[in-house]
């Protein structure tokens, strides 16, 4: 396999639970390291009280298995918690370890995924494949988690809003950070304003200032050039201070304020910020008084710069009651645009933020109100609804033959066997269900009556599904990858397209009906057999 591409470096081996390693001694020894063995990783609800899930992190495990090579300190380090008697035939196999023979079968990132469908199967030598549980966990359950949630977010924001994620100083460190900024673009936001995302995983990014920018303008300063040169790049330039001072008059004798009203120093900020970024002016209100401060010193800079040709690109709000400052200050935008003959003015966008969560969210979105852009930050990469998926990653098969969990738990049983899965779909496209069955069956047809055992259910069901589509790719076949991956953009209209085929029940977001994942007569009767043989 190659080398990390420029996404970044990879998760290390030895991002992972010692068991993992102290299981690979154990087969090791029982002469069953290169054992064919099959892996699934799935999870057992739906998170936040829905009835779907989006597959992501798919990218980051390959990049992980592409990698994968434990290093000599790696394994000196393994040699020092394992038993001082270790064979050191052991650790020269672990040294000659890599995925070459390994072959995975996934959802495509951005895929619906429901209870007990795999996300991952994993195939190749047993000692290896188990070695790889928790790095693999690591990466699809977090990842998988954040773009649900940006999904649930997006939905409830609806398709119009521009979604901003801004929760990296929030996030569960550098590398939650990076995970939850590339998901929650995959997950249906429209940028991030992180700027590693955006050099590594090609994220959209966006950002302007914040109230420390403001505030450390007193209303003193001298621009060392003030001098502004039309947009068009014709004609003189103007004394962009001066115009600005003269603007505050107009404006503040149309708003009914004194001119000494707004403060200096953030009316200085914002001309700093002009000069910068003339193309891309915005102005962040709420500093001091959003309505004697913060809009007649943006009004007075943007019409200013609007006299050489420029528009200013938004405003934002970071405090109080966003929804109702945002009503009030696209009232003031539409008389002062009538009042100045500029019309631009009363449609710029109006951008807020701070600790939106999902209630506050659907307050934002309602009809009528004039929020176009909103910024989430821990919300979205906390989770706080739901922290963890709770995948799980278990062994199906070894040698050939199908491998069964029971436990005290009906919940924690798995399912037997090398699977695969199909979605079937009724002549509308509508989703019926996800059938899991074995891979050595015949894939089911279309227009072919099916009886299936809905998970859950005490009887089996009838279902002719208009159209089947397999739900599990081939990624990577021993150790080769098999196609390009989309990019994360492609992956990110695949999750919206995904999430349109769901019917408005399962897409509820409280109370949901549950999505139906069933299992064929043969798979059925596996696990009814495997079931009754139980200690035998």
């Known amino acids: 396999m190659a080398e990390p591409g420029p996404e ?16 690979a001694l154990g087969y090791w020894r029982a002469g069953r390291a290169r054992e064919p063995a099959d892996f699934e990783l799935f999870f057992r609800r739906c998170p936040f009280g829905g009835a779907f899930a989006l597959a992501a ?34 650790f020269e196999h672990l040294r000659s370890l890599d995925c070459s023979g390994v072959t995975v079968r996934a959802l495509p990132e951005g895929s619906l995924a429901f209870p007990g469908v795999p996300l991952l199967q994993v195939s190749g030598p047993l000692l290896l494949v188990q070695l790889l549980e928790t790095p693999l966990l690591c990466l699809v359950g977090y990842a998988s988690l954040i773009a649900t949630n940006a999904a649930r977010l997006r939905l409830i ?117 002009a000069l910068a970024f003339p193309q891309a002016f915005q102005g962040l209100l709420d500093t001091y008084s959003v309505r004697r ?121 798995t399912l037997p066997g090398s699977k695969s899965a199909f979605r079937l779909l ?24 099916l009886r299936v055992w809905p998970r859950g259910a005490q009887a089996s069901r009838t279902v002719r599904p208009a159209h089947v589509e397999p739900l599990l790719q081939l990624f990577v076949q021993e150790g080769q990858l098999c196609e390009p991956l989309p990019s994360l953009a492609e992956s990110r209209a695949f999750a919206q397209l995904s999430l349109s085929l769901l019917s408005p029940a399962h897409r509820r977001l409280e109370q949901p009906e549950l999505y139906q994942v069933a299992l064929s007569e043969k798979l059925q009767a596996l696990v009814a057999r495997l079931s009754a043989g139980g200690l035998q």
């Open 8 to 23: 970044g470096r990879a998760a290390r081996p030895l991002l992972t639970d010692l068991y993992q390693a102290t299981m």
């Open 57 to 90: 992190g798919l990218r980051d495990c390959l990049r992980f298995l592409r990698a994968f090579r434990l290093q000599d300190a790696d394994v000196r380090f393994l040699a020092s918690v394992l038993p001082p008697d270790t064979d050191p035939a052991f």
């Open 157 to 273: 924001a609806g398709p119009e809003k521009r979604l901003l994620e801004m929760g990296l100083r929030r996030a569960q460190g550098p590398n939650g950070g990076l995970t939850a900024s590339t998901y929650s673009y995959l997950g249906g936001f429209d940028a991030s304003s992180n700027v590693l995302a955006g050099q590594l995983r090609g994220v959209p990014v966006a950002g302007t200032l914040a109230h420390s920018f403001v505030t450390s303008f007193s209303g003193t300063e001298v621009p060392p050039d003030p001098m502004l040169a039309p947009a068009a790049g014709r004609g003189p330039r103007v004394d962009l201070v001066a115009c600005v001072e003269a603007w505050l008059e107009r404006v503040c004798a149309h708003l009914g304020l004194g001119v000494q009203e707004p403060h200096p120093g953030e009316r200085a900020a914002f001309v700093a910020y």
């Open 426 to 449: 009724g002549s509308d496209g509508s989703l019926l269900l996800d059938l899991l069955q074995l891979a050595e069956e015949p894939p089911p047809q279309a227009g072919q009556e």
């Open 293 to 413: 401060s913060g809009l007649p010193n943006f009004l007075a800079v943007a019409l200013a710069l609007g006299e050489l040709g420029y528009q200013a690109v938004g405003v934002r709000l970071d405090s109080g009651d966003l929804l109702q400052q945002a009503q009030e200050i696209r009232a003031h935008l539409r008389t002062s645009a009538a009042q100045f003959q500029v019309p631009w003015l009363e449609s710029v966008p109006i951008a807020v933020s701070n600790n939106i969560d999902e209630g506050e969210l659907a307050r934002l979105a309602q009809e009528g109100s004039e929020v176009n852009v909103i910024g989430i930050g821990t919300s979205v990469v906390t989770c706080p609804r739901q922290p963890s998926l709770g995948c799980v990653y278990k062994l199906v098969s070894v040698g050939g033959q199908p491998r069964m969990k029971l436990t005290e738990d009906p919940d924690k049983q």
